[in-house]
Each structure stands twice: as C-alpha cells, then as structure tokens.
C-alpha cells in the first residue's frame, strides 16, 4: 500500500502565502514514491493545485465540503466546487469539525457518500476525545464513527476511494502525540472495526495517524504496524518540516 502524508493547514495562509509553501514542497520533493496531499483552506486550493499541476504524487484537498450540488446554504462548499478549484480530495469528520462545529456522525456520514459520489477521495477522520478515552470508550468511539462515516458507502468504492485518519482529539495540537504503544493498539483496533463495516477490503484501505506529528517522530510512527501514513496540522504549515516528515524512516 502506498503511504500518504498528508498536510492540514487548517485556518492558515493567504493564497500568496499557499503558493510559496507549495513551490518550496515541489521543489524538495523526495521522490521516495510516497503519496503527498495537502489540504489548503478553500481560498488558496487553486493556487495550490496549479503550483502541484497534476504532477505524479501530488494531490491537493478541501478541509470541508456540503452533502449538495448547489443551493441555499450560506458559508458552504460543494464537491463540484472543490473539483473545479482543482481538488481530489477532501477531509470529512475532522475533530475540529465534529467538536468545535458540532457535527454529528450522521452528518459525516452523509458528506463522505455524497463527495464520493461525485468523485472525490475521502479522508474520514475518525478519534477519541480525552474524556471517552478514560472512560474506556475507545472502541465504541471508533466503532461508531467508523459505522456511521461510511454507512452509504459500497465495500468497492471505500477501496479505492476512502483513506481514515486516526487523530485522537487530546493529541491534536496539543504537543502530546500518542505513545507507539497507544497507535499500534488503536490502528489494529480500527483496522479490526473496518473489517466488520466493509469486510476484506478493509485491507486496502489507508489509515493513517494523526495528532502532534514532527518531524522527529515520524519514523517511529510510520514504522508501526496498520500505520500507512500522516496527517499533519502544525508541523505542515513550513515546508521544510513537511517534507522531513515525507522523508522519514
Ligand atoms: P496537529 O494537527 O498535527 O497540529 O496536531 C493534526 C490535525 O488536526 O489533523
């Protein structure tokens, strides 16, 4: 399986500020067959997406996007306008999303089988809160985010269109990465919890962990078992550190 690292720059960058980022990934790209994408906020995926110009194991993200083609929902973004904008990709179920815009599993659920129905890869992003985590939820956590993301979605299409961030929310951003212990034991649980919501395949599809990734933790993570890529927030905004990251192990 390929591995994919992903960026997440979140609320940070002007279109300018994207572009430079952009040049300075292509220029030092490692060139190590990894899958790079980076997921830039909405204004700036164009720029993106022409700086990448379809180069091989270069792909670009919306953070977000709106289960419908058009109409009145003020603020929103269709998959159709991502695409346009230059887009294979796209975040659904982002912490940030579910626990400071409030939403549910369901409403994950309908954006992940709606963007894949009009063509877009998916990276659901599913992971416990600190509170669920002591509280010996993880499982039941997982397993629901995991059963509700991918309700309307057939076992073929999560193969080849669907990738699964693990980002346990306590991690995020917050300096504290998850020990290699907690992710090994937390991706053989997902992949296990994949298997029952869309069978063998569950095999093909990449999971990869998130929350607090640098550089100087990269390889140890990237070397543990169910782990086939990053998704990187704040150690993704300077390129440098980007790339170190794609280089690792
Ligand atoms: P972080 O963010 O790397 O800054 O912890 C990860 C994410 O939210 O995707």
Not at 82 to 108: C, I, P
Not at 211 to 226: C, Q, T
Request: net charge negative; with cysteine.
């Amino acid at each position: 399986m390929k591995t994919l690292i992903a960026a997440n720059w979140k609320m940070h960058k002007t279109r300018a500020e994207a572009r430079k980022t952009a040049e300075a990934v292509v220029a030092g790209l490692p060139g190590n067959g990894r899958s790079l994408i980076v997921f830039p906020p909405f204004t700036a995926i164009a720029d993106v997406a022409e700086v990448f110009a379809a180069r091989e194991g270069l792909a670009v993200g919306g953070q977000d996007v709106y289960p419908a083609e058009k109409g009145a929902f003020t603020g929103e973004i269709s998959p159709a306008m991502l695409r346009d904008a230059g887009a294979t990709w796209v975040l659904t179920g982002h912490s940030e999303r579910r626990h400071v815009l409030g939403e549910s599993d369901a409403f994950v659920g309908r954006k992940t089988a709606f963007a894949l129905s009009s063509g877009l890869n998916v990276m659901l992003c599913v992971g416990e809160t600190l509170e669920e985590r002591e509280a010996g939820q993880l499982e039941a956590v997982l397993r629901r985010q995991l059963r509700e993301g991918l309700a309307d979605v057939a076992a073929e299409t999560a193969a080849a269109h669907v990738a699964v961030a693990y980002e346990p929310v306590w991690a995020i951003g917050t300096g504290k990465v998850a020990g290699c212990a907690e992710v090994l034991e937390a991706h053989a649980l997902a992949r296990r919890l994949l298997r029952d919501v869309v069978g063998a395949v569950a095999d093909e599809i990449p999971l990869l962990y998130g929350g607090s990734v640098k550089p100087d933790n990269a390889a140890s993570l990237l070397a543990l078992d169910n782990v086939n890529g990053l998704l990187i927030g704040g150690a993704s905004l300077e390129a440098e550190s980007f790339l170190r990251i794609a280089e690792a192990g």
